[in-house]
């Protein structure tokens, strides 16, 4: 197929076609188990009924009407966040990047109107990944998604992600925002120590910093939780959502407190689609389906007998050293002696039937529906082994 997409994308060999629940069919018939789910998006599997019936009864009624108007999904999903985290309020925008960029301006204001122009740093964590703006590019600290798009917006500083010392140092008066990843995803599947969440909430407070927790991987239901920060019972300022919120549909979402989210007066801030009526509806027959204790349960049973088979496969191949994550976002880490080949047994899993992602160059990561049964994890995982089994012998 002749591709038209700007070259920014690698897209695999095959195609998708369909897919239903946790299998995806390519436009040749071939069929695979997904580990994936579209990047820890599909949180129900795919074509899931429930939000199948939603979609069709809303765009029957109401599909956009722009922000010059609230609807009756937008509140009733609102509603939904707000009973059930710390936050009075939220902001709907299309994606994660959107959502962390309105909490980036959001802080930044906030601490303009509380303390001054002065009060303007922020800090994230080396290897963070907080989305493709300029702005959240800039905050995440990876240089390989930076290069040549300078110059980059100003007053941003890393700190080496789990160093409390170096957290202690970096933090001062000046700073307006610390935010952080509850679990690193993109760059490793690596999940914050308690302690080092701990230590950042009391320097925050020492310094009136906003701590931002970028959930838009590890919110809604993906460690067992509603949110990863409610294990750790650390409580944020602010809390964005992306990824599984819209069960398939783009949504983003910042949560915060009624005294922060003051600083977004009138027309200080705006999106024309955010809180797309149609979008919303299916996120709130998504939100009541995670956010139930068959869902959440499934998440913890399903995680324990994932990590203890992937522990079996690491056994029997040798090609892992570790696994990692929390709930159904788990990091297979390479052995030393497989270093930088993530991308190739994502391939080599592909042929074999089984979508996988890598999240950097040594470390496999797996984020399936938080649906997954005993018979598709046993299957993908049956595959997963055999792909690894294949390529090892032609490593
Ligand atoms: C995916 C992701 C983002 C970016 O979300 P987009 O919807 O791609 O803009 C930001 N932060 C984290 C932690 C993510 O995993």
Request: aromatic share 8%; with cysteine.
């Amino acid at each position: 197929m002749k591709n038209y997409i700007t070259p920014n994308f690698k897209f695999a060999d095959i195609i998708p076609v369909k897919a239903k629940e946790n299998t995806v069919w390519d436009d040749k018939g071939k069929n695979y188990i997904d580990f994936l789910g579209g990047i820890a998006v599909n949180a129900l599997g795919h074509c899931h009924p429930a939000l199948i019936k939603t979609l069709d009864q809303q765009a029957k009624k109401l599909w956009h009407i722009s922000n010059l108007f609230t609807t009756i999904p937008t509140q009733e999903l609102a509603e939904k966040l707000v009973k059930n985290t710390f936050a009075d309020n939220v902001f709907f925008a299309n994606s994660g990047a959107e959502a962390n960029e309105a909490a980036l301006k959001l802080a930044r204001k906030y601490a303009f109107d509380h303390y001054g122009p002065q009060k303007n740093k922020i800090i994230s964590c080396l290897n963070s990944f907080h989305g493709r703006t300029l702005f959240t590019v800039s905050v995440g600290a990876q240089e390989k998604y930076q290069h040549g798009f300078g110059p980059l917006p100003g007053e941003i500083y890393y700190t080496p992600f789990n160093d409390s010392e170096a957290l202690k140092e970096i933090l001062d008066d000046n700073t307006c925002a610390l935010i952080i990843e509850p679990i690193q995803g993109e760059s490793g599947v690596l999940p914050a120590h308690l302690e080092f969440l701990e230590t950042a909430r009391k320097y925050c407070n020492q310094h009136n910093i906003l701590l931002i927790l970028d959930e838009i991987q590890t919110g809604m239901g993906r460690t067992g939780s509603l949110f990863a920060y409610q294990q750790y019972q650390v409580i944020p300022d602010i809390l964005t959502s992306a990824k599984a919120l819209g069960g398939g549909l783009p949504i983003g979402a910042m949560l915060t407190t009624e005294s922060i989210a003051k600083s977004f007066t009138p027309g200080s801030h705006g999106t024309t689609f955010g809180g797309n009526p149609l979008v919303t509806a299916v996120a709130n027959t998504a939100f009541d389906i995670i956010n139930s204790p068959e869902t959440l349960n499934n998440v913890k049973e399903q995680s324990e007998k994932f990590i203890n088979e992937l522990e079996e496969i690491t056994a029997e191949t040798g090609v892992f050293s570790l696994i990692r994550g929390k709930g159904l976002l788990l990091g297979c880490v390479l052995n030393e002696k497989y270093k930088n080949k993530a991308a190739e047994i994502v391939n080599a899993s592909l042929d074999a039937g089984v979508i996988i992602s890598l999240a950097g160059s040594n470390v496999i990561r797996l984020a399936p529906s938080l649906i997954i049964n005993d018979r598709d994890r046993k299957e993908g995982l049956t595959r997963l082994k055999h792909a690894i089994l294949q390529w090892k012998k032609n490593a």
